[in-house]
């Protein structure tokens, strides 16, 4: 008796889900660890339930040092994401100073009407206000990512305070 296909889609009794996602956490775990150990790789395995709570697990290499491979890799793939943006962004403002170019050139510029001039304004306008959301996105971006780094150092400080004060303990131990 082989076993049968298991339909995917929400398991409605509650009970029956909390048991489902024991198990299937408790699996996906397992088989990050044999890939760990069959392919000598670092492993980590991030799971939140439906209540919040978080499982994680790491064979390998410790978490935060897989986590923190992660985040270097994923900053540099953001970077060229943002070149690309950037590129993009780029296309319609080129096409803005070329229109306010074109219109404030010397020999034509007496033969520009208000209504004209207008129109160039309110576009640089928008085109300005865009610039200052975006900016102003990025540095709460910046300040968030730095709040996060010092949280992560005053950790590790606490982490390696305790280390230093366990030896010098025991030493006081042994003294007395």
Not at 31 to 56: D, F, M, P, T, W
Not at 71 to 84: F, K, N, P, S, T
Not at 111 to 132: F, G, K, M, W, Y
């Amino acid at each position: 008796m082989g076993r049968r296909k298991v339909e995917i889609k929400r398991i409605e009794k509650k009970s029956s889900r909390q048991v489902t996602f024991s198990k299937r956490r408790s699996g996906l775990i397992e088989k990050g660890r044999q890939l760990s150990i069959l392919c000598e790789s670092s492993v980590a395995v991030l799971v939140v339930s439906a209540s919040g709570k978080l499982y994680n697990a790491s064979s390998g290499d410790n978490m935060s040092e897989i986590i923190d491979r992660y985040d270097i890799q994923h900053a540099d793939e953001l970077r060229v994401l943002d070149i690309d943006e950037k590129t993009r962004n780029y296309l319609p403002h080129k096409e803005l100073l070329e229109l306010v170019q074109s219109t404030l050139e010397e020999p034509k510029v007496d033969n520009v009407s208000v209504d004209s001039l207008n129109s160039v304004e309110d576009q640089l306008e928008v085109a300005l206000s865009i610039t200052r959301a975006r900016k102003s996105e990025l540095m709460l971006e910046c300040v968030k990512t730095l709040q996060e780094k010092e949280k992560m150092m005053i950790e590790e400080n606490h982490v390696l305070a305790s280390q230093v004060t366990k030896p010098q303990s025991l030493l006081l131990l042994e003294a007395n």
